[in-house]
């Protein structure tokens, strides 16, 4: 019996749906929530994803603007660039496209972001209130996976979730937001990595597996105890002449062997990539409500 299919597009709308009214209220109360996206470079994942960004937030109302720098811009203009979206009254949101060229410091970079307007969830501050269970801005990825299981009818409370990755960016801002003692959380949570022995071990003693190692077929059905969930957040590009762009995108989980085990299965694409979206919309909307509280 193979696994139900959790997409993330459908509760994705839910969300937006959402956040699209609250954008008619903050409107109707003379606040237009704005979003400035800073692009350095030329890659065209990045400027993939910058476009998808741009044309949610139109789509429900958010004001937003790109700026788009070429590959070789120094670092310090990128940060008089921060600088001036720091100062200004019409910005409420600032994001970063990641990565940067190499001869720009990410950590600089995000450090120089006003952190009530660091709708990634990335600053710092925003990292340490999430630590702290404080409210500030969580990161999109991992606040959109824990929303997809919520809103799919997985409570993490009381579960044993395995994560594979410790990245800054979802594995361990996902632990930290599941072990919360909050709705939704509660979850006794094990962060495996690349230097974790006996990998094998660790994912067969999960009722919730979240895979974000960026490799694709990290994961393979005998890892996977029966009946549990699988998020896979990998995005790899695998070379396929059959497809039309010469590639096809994949994730970290072997999905055809994995889905006969499993008893629920996120796909690639189409299921913890329309959440990351949905969240970034919904924290913009947060930065622009704190202006009127």
Do not use: W
């Not at 910058?50 to 429900?60: D, L, T, W």
């Not at 630590?131 to 969580?138: A, C, D, K, P, R």
């Not at 629920?264 to 909307?285: E, F, R, Y």
């Amino acid at each position: 019996m193979s696994a139900q299919i959790i997409y993330g597009k459908p509760v994705a709308e839910l969300i937006t749906a959402e956040t699209a009214h609250e954008v008619e209220r903050l409107k109707k109360a003379g606040c237009q929530p704005h979003l400035s996206v800073i692009l350095v470079g030329d890659n065209p994942a990045s400027h993939t994803y910058v476009g998808r960004k741009q044309k949610a937030c139109n789509e429900i109302g958010i004001e937003s603007e790109t700026i788009l720098l070429p590959t070789d811009t120094p670092e310090a203009e990128v940060l008089t660039i921060l600088n001036r979206l720091n100062r200004s009254n019409k910005v409420h949101g600032i994001l970063v496209q990641l990565p940067l060229p190499d001869h720009i410091s990410s950590d600089r970079i995000i450090e120089a972001i006003d952190p009530q307007k660091d709708v990634d969830g990335f600053h710092p501050v925003n990292r340490g209130k999430l630590l702290t269970g404080e409210s500030g801005f969580v990161p999109c990825t991992p606040a959109g996976i824990q929303t997809l299981l919520v809103r799919s009818g997985i409570n993490p409370e009381g579960k044993h979730v395995v994560i594979i990755g410790r990245s800054m960016i979802v594995g361990l801002p996902l632990a930290v937001i599941l072990m919360q003692k909050k709705p939704g959380a509660n979850a006794t949570v094990t962060l495996c990595h690349t230097r974790t022995t006996d990998l094998k071990k660790h994912t067969l003693t999960a009722d919730i597996l979240v895979v974000a190692a960026g490799r694709p077929n990290t994961i393979h059905a005998d890892m996977v105890p029966r009946g549990c969930t699988v998020i896979d957040v990998g995005t790899n590009r695998v070379d396929d002449p059959q497809a039309k762009k010469g590639y096809r995108l994949t994730g970290d989980v072997d999905f055809e062997s994995v889905q006969e085990v499993a008893g629920a299965i996120t796909p690639v694409p189409g299921g913890v990539g329309p959440m990351t979206i949905a969240m970034l919309l919904h924290n913009t909307v947060k930065a622009a409500q704190s202006l009127l509280e």
